[in-house]
């Protein structure tokens, strides 16, 4: 509750490796199905064209009729995952990365790596209130900087595709005075809109989405598309 109170707006993801690694057990050790069984539930979940990684609710639908089908005869697992893990892998998987424009699979690894930088920074050793808001404050702050790096490729992060507008060759980035940096950085911060795929079309109630790959509108046979001037004529 403390953590939802003080980062209101940060999105909860769950690491995929624990997910899959939690299916894996069931189907074995609940269920008892054979590897190569095992191993297609799984793909038909996390793989590229599975239920995590689905560019938008139809193909979501397809993944999730798809398992089902191939799940018939395992009545137990289909619970579980109806009741339990569709739903987290729903709002806690699918849908962030969606959000995001990326079909990579979220890991702990970044928290367990941050839990690491935090021990180091306190020595391994309890801290008292103030100082301990110190040293987390000194953290955040180099966070930023390496974030702020991102925008002209430079430092450990890079942008998601739906943020490479903000992108900025590093060269030109020098030659910005720092006011510039400062508000081309806060521009960025500031994008908290709902990022959307370019060939996504999104129902109004906000509840469906598909993928458009219609390439052009219909045209009736022969149709051509004439120059502006010839669209029409001049009254006499």
Not at 208 to 226: G, H, L, W
Request: proline share 3%; net charge positive.
């Amino acid at each position: 509750m403390a953590i939802e109170n003080a980062f209101p707006t940060a999105k909860r993801r769950l690491c995929t490796k624990h997910l899959k690694d939690n299916v894996q057990h069931y189907l074995q050790d609940r269920v008892g199905v054979s590897t190569q069984e095992r191993k297609t539930i799984i793909n038909t979940i996390f793989g590229d064209q599975g239920i995590a990684s689905a560019d938008d609710t139809l193909q979501f639908a397809r993944a999730d009729s798809e398992l089902k089908d191939l799940c018939a005869n395992h009545p137990q697992f289909l619970k579980y995952y109806e009741q339990s893990f569709k739903p987290r892998v729903e709002e806690f998987v699918n849908a962030p990365n969606r959000r995001l424009g990326t079909k990579q699979m979220w890991t702990n690894n970044n928290a367990e790596s941050m839990n690491r930088v935090m021990k180091v920074a306190v020595n391994w050793k309890p801290q008292h209130a103030p100082d301990l808001v110190d040293k987390l404050f000194d953290m955040v702050d180099f966070q930023f900087i390496n974030l702020r790096s991102a925008l002209h490729h430079s430092g450990d992060y890079m942008l998601v595709n739906s943020y490479k507008q903000y992108t900025i060759a590093d060269a030109i980035w020098k030659t910005k005075s720092d006011e510039e940096k400062r508000k081309l950085f806060n521009n960025f911060l500031q994008d908290s809109k709902k990022r959307k795929h370019e060939n996504i079309i999104t129902s109004s109630d906000g509840l469906y989405s598909v993928v458009n790959k219609a390439k052009s509108i219909a045209k009736k046979p022969m149709q051509r598309k004439r120059p502006r001037t010839e669209r029409a004529e001049k009254r006499h």
